[in-house]
């Protein structure tokens, strides 16, 4: 038996040739041109014989020169992709070098000259006229060399890493054939189990990018590789599919893009490629009205995913020849995904108004006309169809293909509701109506809000969703899921999972390093004051009290600059960049201040850190407002006001460190962030959201780092589990559970159906007509229930509201699932969504006991550091089904016992050395005979003045009292020059707080 490589190229190629190739020598090949020339023509000749007649009488025997010249010539000026796509033209003649297959079969010509293209295969394809290197096999279309394979066999002791080799140290990208997007468009490494590929050659900086199936198969859950092949080799996937000539033909034509202002090939990876196929072969088999959910890892390139579906969905033809769709539409809020899409599609076609995105400036009028225009791909919020849908034209006999983008955000709201509703098809949603009524269709009033309601329920036959997530939720599951009837569970369509990106590396384990610290303190009281005070409360604000403390955040800082500075800033030859979570918008300020006065107090170790801070709206502190479109300024003076100036700050070597309170924790994309430091709690899909922040790969980039001071390493693992693998929903949401959260509200009795009825009959009235005392009747029959509402115990309240914000949830999420015939529960699902906002907030008093504590003790401690490990296990979500509400009571106990029960969940073992300074300090200063004289001086001077002139000398004073008598707690006062600025610093700030009350 033959098994060296010779054999694995023979049956490569006797595979090809059997299908569809035909095998060419080195003879015809010009080595200097780097082409078949007579190939090219022969093509041309057969497929477009006018056009090359006309060529040859205007060049005579010059012909097949003049057409390489101008091959060349148009390739070295835009490329071989842009030059197979769109041909050349040459005096006025158009002369194409590949056909595509098209999408109808209605025009005989247009599939024969598909047919037409030959597809070559070379064994040993000598490239170099300076040299007598090979290639093992070089395939060509129409003559043109466009992708090159190095084969490599372990049972002669090499594998795909030594083709790599081959490819990065013995072939030398100048030449003709491997000159970026001139000839060879793709690089395959080849062994018995692996395939690799590239689409640039670098010489030693080449990189290579899995391109296998996963251990499992494509589109399931499992690990990096490719699973047994019983019926031949296990990369044969490659020849018998990618390579197959409507598969190759397919990915030049749709896949292939060179986006707009960038030397960059992109090639799909293989779970794009297969998912794009997946999906259309079942649009295809079963039209429209389907689901699809896509769970695919953060960093897995959805966006490219999402571009090539929506090309394809919007050009797509049954199997009568007519397009399946009338226009997709993509629901994305990520601003990036406009023009990445818009790039890549018009790569594939340049066509004006081919994409229309409606964006910011276009408002929801923008959506209205899109639609009206049947524009073919609609890119924009889910919002804008809140305002949008109004004015739409009726939808008949319209079909529609919706990609959502982060699909476990948004999607069972009244945003998702309308989006469905106002995309119905009118006339079929009557008709099915009529049906179930057992009516004729011309006796159902679809101008009655009732039957609008129920014809807009459910899902519907005009309407197919295509869900992206890398984290689903129960939810997300049920609604986009497809249920398998052999295990009951709803499950994705296609798979592209955590494990199997981590383990091919296209995203990095941003659990590996981990570290955790956990906050220890102690809080006591300095007043004889003790109120009693809501205890759930009390505690929130004690430990606020602690984490806002001006200690806290500076002991925080320290830590955090201390490893991005030794650490950190380092990564990524030396580019590396880190992103600090607050768990609020007053914090975040001040870490972004704290970090500022580190860079000022620490110039010669800080000369090249940059910090920015983002957060949304105004935050008051300290007396002072705060904006992040004022606070961050760049190296020439100007404002960093908007998001695409801070991404594009952010990304540049002036700034290393980004602040975040609530922002860029999900949809941000910068490959060069290393570290992260989490200061907030994090939970589910919120944690992975935000540590896959780190993840994107890059150049040097081989790990990624976390400090979180909040969470534990099993709150972590419990958060990233679930999306691992695959992510399954283990049954369904029981649709009665309206009814059963129906009875429980009624069981308050404080309306009754009559006050349901009147008030849907004024509401429905007014949307016909409204006159100037329908607002008011509706508020007024509300009114006796928010009356009686009030007569409740606290504990009777928050159940009752709790009903009632289920019951809303259930309504709206269950139909738009399932068609709920029932006018009733509508009425009062209308009626809900109004009492819930008449009913008076909780009024619990606020509390304020800042003045009466003071932080004593405080540490930092190491509770864990190393890699946490997931279980290599797929998971399954249950529905919600509760119909009871989680009260916390609030039960009330004195301050001094709540501080007792915090500073015991908080407890360490605290020496002198952990006594916080501060509170010495603060002690002494209160007892201080001058302390009125102090406090005259904060009532009547601004923070500056107190904090930078007044203070500065009692401070010494008290510090230098405080070091005689207890030498070790306060020595790094005055050994740390830095350290006594900032203590100094935090302590004015908070005695002049103190001071003011």
């Not at 018009?346 to 209205?368: M, P, Q, W, Y």
């Not at 309306?751 to 508020?779: H, M």
């Not at 800042?850 to 279980?871: P, Q, R, V, W």
Request: with cysteine.
């Amino acid at each position: 038996m033959k098994d060296n490589e010779k054999r694995f190229e023979e049956d490569i190629e006797s595979h090809l040739i059997n299908h569809e190739y035909r095998k060419l020598s080195m003879q015809g090949y010009d080595v200097s041109k780097g082409i078949y020339l007579d190939i090219l023509v022969e093509f041309i000749k057969k497929t477009q014989s006018k056009s090359w007649e006309r060529y040859e009488k205007y060049y005579g025997d010059e012909a097949p020169n003049k057409l390489y010249r101008r091959l060349e010539d148009s390739i070295s000026h835009h490329g071989l992709l842009h030059v197979l796509r769109n041909g050349i033209k040459d005096m006025g003649i158009d002369l194409f070098i590949c056909f595509f297959k098209p999408e109808s079969e209605l025009n005989p010509t247009l599939v024969e000259r598909y047919e037409g293209n030959i597809l070559g295969v070379t064994r040993q394809f000598a490239y170099s006229p300076f040299n007598n290197n090979t290639i093992d096999m070089v395939l060509s279309i129409n003559g043109i060399p466009f992708i090159a394979i190095e084969l490599k066999n372990q049972l002669k002791g090499q594998d795909y890493r030594n083709a790599m080799h081959q490819w990065r140290y013995n072939r030398d990208p100048k030449e003709l054939i491997f000159r970026f997007n001139h000839r060879i468009l793709v690089y395959f490494a080849v062994d018995l189990y692996e395939t690799w590929m590239t689409t640039e050659l670098k010489g030693t900086d080449t990189h290579f990018l899995p391109f296998n199936q996963g251990s499992n198969g494509s589109g399931v859950s499992g690990g990096a590789g490719n699973p047994q092949n019983p019926y031949g080799y296990t990369t044969s996937y490659l020849w018998e599919d990618i390579l197959s000539k409507a598969s190759i033909i397919d990915i030049l034509h749709r896949f292939i893009s060179n986006p707009k202002d960038s030397k960059k090939i992109i090639f799909p990876r293989y779970h794009q490629y297969d998912v794009v196929k997946k999906v259309l072969a079942d649009v295809k088999d079963n039209g429209v009205g389907q689901k699809y959910l896509i769970e695919h890892s953060a960093g897995s390139g959805k966006s490219n995913s999402i571009a090539w579906i929506a090309y394809r969905l919007a050009s797509v033809h049954d199997i009568d020849d007519k397009p399946i769709f009338d226009s997709v539409i993509i629901v994305t809020d990520r601003v990036v995904l406009d023009s990445q899409l818009q790039d890549t599609i018009n790569g594939f076609e340049h066509r004006a108004g081919l994409v229309e995105a409606i964006d910011d400036k276009k408002r929801s009028r923008g959506l209205t006309e899109a639609i009206n225009d049947k524009k073919r791909i609609i890119i924009c919020t889910i919002q804008k169809f809140l305002f949008a849908y109004k004015d739409f034209d009726e939808m008949e006999g319209r079909k529609f293909a919706i990609i959502v983008d982060e699909a476990h955000q948004g999607q069972t709201g009244a945003s998702a509701k309308t989006l469905r509703r106002a995309l119905i098809d009118k006339k079929v949603a009557i008709k099915e109506y009529a049906e179930m009524e057992g009516i004729e269709e011309d006796e159902v009033d679809d101008t009655d809000e009732l039957v609008a309601e129920v014809l807009a329920q459910g899902q519907h036959s005009n309407q197919s969703f295509f869900a992206f997530t890398a984290t689903p939720k129960n939810k997300t599951i049920e609604l986009f899921g497809r249920r398998n009837p052999s295990t009951g569970k709803y499950e994705p369509f296609h798979v592209y999972s955590m494990r199997q990106a981590i383990e091919e590396g296209f995203i990095l384990d941003v659990l590996k390093y981990y570290t955790t610290l956990q906050d220890q303190f102690k809080i006591v009281r300095t007043t004889r004051d003790n109120p009693e005070v809501i205890e759930g409360q009390a505690k929130r604000v004690l430990v606020r009290y602690y984490k806002e403390h001006g200690f806290t955040i500076h002991k925080k800082t320290e830590l955090i600059m201390d490893n991005f500075l030794n650490n950190g800033q380092f990564r990524i030859d030396g580019k590396a960049k880190a992103m600090v979570i607050a768990d609020s918008r007053p914090n975040a300020v001040r870490y972004y201040q704290a970090i500022q006065e580190y860079i000022r107090n620490n110039p010669e170790i800080t000369s090249k850190i940059g910090v920015l801070v983002a957060f949304s709206g105004e935050v008051k502190l300290d007396g002072k407002s705060y904006r992040e479109a004022e606070m961050n300024i760049d190296s020439d003076g100007h404002l960093i006001n908007s998001d695409k100036k801070l991404r594009k700050a952010f990304r540049s070597d002036k700034f290393n460190i980004l602040v975040v309170a609530n922002k860029y924790q999900t949809g941000f994309d910068e490959p060069l962030l290393h570290s992260m430091y989490v200061d907030k709690k994090l939970h589910g899909v919120n944690a992975v959201q935000t540590l896959s922040r780190l993840n994107r790969v890059y150049p040097g980039k081989v790990d990624t780092f976390v400090m979180d001071f909040v969470n534990t390493h099993e709150d972590m693992k419990k958060s990233f589990q679930p999306f691992f693998e695959t992510t399954y929903l283990d049954g369904q949401t029981d649709y009665n559970r309206v009814y059963d959260l129906r009875t429980k509200i009624h069981s308050y009795m404080l309306y009754n159906d009559q006050d349901v009825d009147l008030f849907a009959k004024i509401k429905i009235d007014a949307a016909k007509k409204q006159d100037d005392k329908a607002l008011g009747r509706v508020t007024s029959i509300l009114k006796p229930v928010t009356d009686q509402y009030l007569e409740l115990d606290e504990k009777q309240k928050y159940e009752y509201r709790d009903l009632l914000r289920k019951f809303n949830h259930a309504y709206s999420y269950i139909t738009q699932i399932v068609r709920i015939n029932d006018k009733e529960l509508f009425k009062e699902f209308m009626f809900i969504s109004y009492l819930i906002n008449l009913l008076p907030k909780d009024t619990a008093e606020k509390i304020s006991i800042d003045d009466k504590i003071n932080l004593e003790f405080a540490k930092l401690k190491e509770t864990y550091k190393g890699s946490i490990e997931l279980e290599k296990t797929s998971v399954d979500l249950k529905p919600e089904q509760s119909v009871d509400a989680k009260r916390k009571p609030k039960s009330k106990d004195t301050l001094q016992s709540i501080i007792d029960k915090v500073n015991e969940q908080y407890m360490g073992q605290f020496t002198d050395s952990d006594k916080v300074i501060i509170s010495g300090i603060f002690e002494m200063f209160m007892n201080d005979p001058e302390v009125k004289k102090y406090a005259q001086y904060a009532k009547e001077n601004n923070p500056e003045m107190f904090i930078k002139s007044l203070f500065p000398d009692k401070f010494k004073d008290i510090a230098l009292r405080l070091f005689t008598e207890n030498h070790e707690s306060f020595e790094k006062l005055f050994t740390d020059t830095s350290f006594y600025e900032r203590v100094m610093d935090a302590m004015a700030k908070e005695l002049y707080k103190k001071l003011r009350k």
